[in-house]
């Protein structure tokens, strides 16, 4: 399994907390992301590249990480897609499954 993860904060605004961010990873198998903090409220996901005919999950937990339930429907397509997400503050964590040379850029926003 090969995961790897890019974060960007947008330091041109004043607020720290505010600061734009952006989340980067790209898979080429299957595999699970380390939980990243979500401080709730609405997000986008961009995707490029290829499932590799495997499914996409964003998995969300309100407790700090120790349980994660699915957060948003599987995203089983990459052509193009753009996926709203808007979930309460908490971690989240992107899951790819069943895939087969896989090669999938998901940037959070």
């Given at each position: 399994m090969a995961i790897t993860y890019n974060?960007?904060?947008?330091?041109?605004r004043d607020d720290e907390d505010n600061a734009e961010r952006r989340d980067t990873w790209t898979f080429d198998a299957d595999g699970?992301?380390?939980?990243?903090?979500?401080?709730?409220?609405?997000?986008?996901?961009?995707?490029?590249?290829?499932?590799?005919?495997?499914?996409?999950s964003v998995e969300y937990s309100g407790d700090l990480g120790t349980t994660f339930t699915k957060g948003h429907p599987d995203i089983d397509s990459a052509q193009g897609a753009a996926e709203t997400i808007s979930l309460n503050a908490g971690k989240i964590r992107l899951r790819l499954e069943a895939s087969a040379g896989a090669s999938l850029t998901v940037i959070l926003s």
């Open positions: 974060f960007i904060a947008d330091r041109r699970t992301t380390d939980p990243i903090d979500w401080r709730g409220g609405q997000g986008t996901l961009q995707l490029a590249g290829s499932l590799g005919g495997g499914v996409l």
